[in-house]
């Protein structure tokens, strides 16, 4: 049901009813309703009926009964599909990029450049990597064979809820496997929107299914389901782990990617002014709410003074508003919750001591509704802080700083997490050596472009698995070994 007559236009109101089960929106009968909240404004903009345990069965069963016929498909075929699947989000970019924007308080510019573009281009390289694949490989007598794995259930968030479903279903349909999704209850809009491209698209009956519901329902119903052959989780670490504890019973394949808290190394030799400048702008993108945001900004104690300076002045030039607004460079925060944790958070900070270079709690000036967080830096912060240690999700950058080489790198390996990491400076063979020391999936030398081929994941609670490019490919294939060949 849709509350707010400006969504009209954007998307049907009948499949905010439905789950989209073997090629058909099904309406969920006496269902429970999940609420989309307009972070801006934080008024409903529609009703999202929930499915549940009888819904799963009916998406995983759908799901097994195309698989034979999908994964005997040519890869060329399947990438076939997928091109026709990329030609749809492309033509109705601008749809996407509204609801987003509506359902998550993205800023409009940033939807349209960003959030959208981005989604688009792993349907591109899935499609690129599966067409040039070697399925199968001789070497004398032994052949090996990759297969993929069968029915793929797939849990995405609401911080990037397009660019994360294409991020899974994509390398999923490439490798042969059927899949259900499951996307975040908070941001579902953006899915349906999908689902109906999808079946727009001419993709099998089957293949794809969608069951919008919570994480202990619908989350829990897809990881205990015995004929789920791989779950993919991208979300907290509390939903990572009971995810895996609930699949291990059926000893079930399960990659995740759990956050992080991405330490940004500057250098002596940094250009302090441009490093710094595009340190905060990474940390605060999408409002601080990506995973691999580089909130910890680690920097020469000598230093510390001119960085908070120049972090200041960075903030400063921000733009924190409405999100359709177009020179508005930060939306709300995504939703109620999580609204309150970055509040808590920032008093933490103020409590433990950490010095508050600009920002602090509370709305900026101005905005007297919505989930709106102020920009904050804090200074002196050390590793034993909460803000330094937990992942905030919100705008919030930590200084923290460093007297030698070894202590840096030790503060920037002293996280429960590992997901990605930053250097920054002018000698590319100190820059190098930095990075091998650092315990993260990903390392950024200088900010370089995103790569939507080197493999995403991280190291210690960030997670297991890899996901884009050739690797993420992988993750929904089996590895078969033929002797005698």
């Not at 907290?236 to 895996?244: F, T």
């Not at 007297?403 to 063979?429: E, F």
Request: net charge neutral; proline share 7%; aromatic share 6%.
């Amino acid at each position: 049901m849709l509350l707010d007559p400006s969504l009209q236009t954007l998307i049907d109101p009948q499949v905010t009813r439905c789950c989209y089960l073997a090629g058909r929106w099904v309406p969920v009968p006496g269902a429970a309703r999940a609420t989309v909240t307009d972070p801006a404004t934080e008024r409903a903009l529609a009703e999202v009926a929930l499915g549940g345990a009888a819904e799963v069965d009916q998406a995983v069963q759908a799901a097994r009964g195309a698989f034979d016929a999908w994964s005997g498909q040519t890869p060329a075929a399947r990438a076939q599909r997928l091109e026709r699947l990329q030609t749809l989000l492309a033509q109705r970019a601008d749809t996407f990029a509204q609801v987003i924007s509506r359902e998550m308080g993205a800023p409009l510019a940033a939807a349209r450049a960003l959030q959208v573009p981005l989604a688009l281009e792993h349907l591109r390289v899935a499609r690129e990597v599966v067409s040039d694949y070697a399925f199968e490989r001789a070497d004398g007598a032994l052949r090996l064979r990759r297969e993929p794995i069968g029915v793929c259930a797939l849990i995405t968030p609401w911080n990037w809820p397009l660019y994360q479903i294409t991020a899974k279903v994509a390398p999923a349909l490439a490798a042969g496997c059927t899949v259900v999704l499951k996307p975040s209850e908070l941001a579902p809009l953006s899915a349906l929107l999908f689902a109906q491209a999808v079946h727009d698209a001419g993709i099998p009956a089957g293949v794809f299914n969608l069951v919008n519901g919570d994480g202990p329902t619908v989350g829990a119903a897809l990881a205990e389901h015995p004929d789920v052959d791989m779950i993919s989780i991208t979300g907290s670490n509390r939903a990572g782990v009971l995810v895996a504890q609930a699949a291990a019973l059926t000893v079930k394949r399960v990659t995740q990617e759990l956050g992080g808290k991405s330490p940004n190394l500057l250098l002596p030799d940094t250009d302090l002014p441009e490093a710094v400048a595009k340190g905060v702008l990474a940390a605060f993108r999408n409002s601080g709410q990506s995973c691999s945001a580089p909130t910890r900004m680690l920097v020469p104690q000598a230093q510390l003074t001119e960085v908070e300076r120049l972090a200041a002045a960075t903030v400063a030039g921000l733009v924190v508003g409405d999100p359709q607004a177009p020179a508005t460079t930060l939306g709300p925060l995504a939703n109620g919750a999580q609204f309150a944790r970055v509040q808590a958070l920032i008093e933490s900070g103020l409590a433990e001591g950490a010095r508050l270079v600009c920002g602090g709690p509370g709305r900026p000036d101005g905005c007297t509704t919505g989930f709106y967080a102020r920009p904050t830096v804090f200074s002196a912060v050390t590793s034993g802080m909460r803000i330094a240690q937990e992942e905030i999700f919100g705008p919030v950058l930590c200084l923290l700083p460093y007297s030698s080489l070894d202590q840096a790198i030790a503060i920037a390996n002293d996280s429960r997490y590992g997901l990605s990491a930053h250097v920054q400076g002018r000698d590319p063979h100190q820059v190098a050596a930095v990075a091998a020391r650092l315990r993260a999936g990903q390392v950024h030398l200088n900010y370089p472009a995103w790569n939507p081929w080197a493999p995403f994941g991280g190291y210690k609670r960030s997670g297991n698995g890899r996901e884009y490019g050739v690797h993420g490919l992988e993750e929904y294939l089996e590895t078969k070994a033929i002797l005698g060949h």
